[in-house]
Nanobody, 126 residues
Framework: EVQLQASGGGLVQAGGSLRLACVAS????????TAWFREAPGKEREVAAC????????WHADSVKGRVTISSDNARNRVYLQITGLKPEDTGVYYC???????????????????WGQGTQVTVSS
């Protein structure tokens, strides 16, 4: 059984930083494309960043570009999302996801992901 466990969310002030972590069981991140999505209140889930495992290439949404780093620790089978310069509009539930595809152009589309974590809440106060 594949399980993804996201953690690291919390309440932070604007300008602060967080590092979200996603731990997997039953699957190796090194074999898949991984992503962090977020869902703000009243809005659709959108991708923040994704990472292709085969070559380490990454993609970031314009809304977080320059403030977000997606990385992985294959030895520990973990994927991270470091967010700096947090803004109130970054508030939402953040989900890690894994998909069996390599074309980064597909990473914005949630339908291509096979497994999802349960989400971790990030709240940014102004």
């Amino acid at each position: 059984e594949v399980q993804l466990q996201a953690s690291g969310g919390g309440l932070v002030q604007a300008g602060g930083s967080l590092r979200l972590a996603c731990v997997a069981s039953g699957i190796r991140f090194a074999d898949y494309t991984t992503a962090w999505f977020r869902e703000a209140p009243g809005k659709e889930r959108e991708v923040a960043a994704c990472r292709r495992s085969t070559n380490g290439r990454t993609w970031h949404a314009d809304s977080v570009k320059g403030r977000v780093t997606i990385s992985s620790d294959n030895a520990r089978n973990r994927v991270y999302l470091q967010i700096t310069g947090l803004k109130p509009e970054d508030t939402g539930v953040y989900y890690c996801a894994v998909g069996n595809f390599t074309l980064l152009a597909l990473c914005e589309t949630s339908l291509f992901y096979d497994y999802w974590g349960q989400g971790t809440q990030v709240t940014v106060s102004s």
